[in-house]
């Protein structure tokens, strides 16, 4: 069974721009959350989607935003990168709602925002 | 305010010793815990989670040990192996809330063989 897919691996852009991250679910899994991970910090989490609808969202400005597809694939979008941005964004996939059933992570996108 | 904190960034351990990582929360309505194991390059991967009812959960030669009135929770890893190098998160959430996990910033483990 393929495990969650997130592309691209590695991202640079400059300060302004924006991007869209892309993350597969492992198939049957109905809910993708994501999160940022920066040095020494923890994950933070972003927002969680099931079923095409977003059931939580974190404590992150508006310029981060995300949708999830019928076949349960999400993307992510960040506008106005800001340098404060670089980041680790992980996304994570589980079979019912979070905390249901344990999060499986993807490797991650890394954003360096330049 | 980190409701959840991991206070080891580091910690360094010799090879089939035991390997100890703490976690401490603040948030008394947390009554879920997990522990994610993290290697370089890779996403994070569930390891071991206990619930609130218990006091202990063993899976192999991975144990956490919850102590609710201290609000802190523990894994145990006997014996220690040089694969077992990886940085460890702990997560905690309200089984009654928004289910969303809060993460501690995660503890560095070095095995050395």
């Known amino acids: 069974k393929a495990g969650v897919t997130q592309t691209p691996r590695y991202l640079i852009k400059t300060r302004g721009q924006q991007v869209t991250l892309s993350c597969s679910p492992i198939s049957g899994h109905r809910s993708v959350s994501w999160y940022q991970q920066t040095p020494g910090q923890g994950l933070q989490f972003l927002f969680e989607y099931f079923s095409e609808t977003q059931r939580n969202k974190g404590n992150f400005p508006g310029r981060f935003s995300g949708r999830q597809f019928s076949n349960s694939r999400s993307e992510m979008n960040v506008s106005t990168l800001e340098l404060g941005d670089s980041a680790l964004y992980l996304c994570?996939?589980?079979?019912?709602?979070?905390?249901?059933?344990?999060?499986?992570f993807g490797n991650g996108t890394r954003l360096t925002v330049t | 305010d980190q409701q959840v904190k991991q206070n080891s960034p580091s910690l360094s351990v010799q090879e089939g010793r035991i390997s100890i990582l703490n976690c401490d929360y603040t948030n008394s309505m947390f009554d879920y815990f997990l522990w994610y194991k993290k290697y370089p390059a890779e996403g994070p991967t569930f390891l071991i989670s206990i619930s609130s009812i218990k006091d202990k959960n063993e899976d192999g030669r991975f144990t956490v040990f919850l102590n609710k009135s201290a609000k802190h929770l523990s894994l145990h890893i006997v014996p220690s192996q040089p694969g077992d190098s990886a940085v460890y998160f702990c997560?905690?959430?309200?089984?009654?809330?928004?289910?969303?996990?809060?993460f501690g910033r995660g503890t560095s483990l070095i095995v050395h063989p």
């Open positions: 994570a996939s589980s079979l019912e709602v979070s905390g249901n059933s344990p999060l499986h």
């Open positions: 997560a905690a959430f309200e089984s009654g809330g928004s289910y969303i996990p809060t």
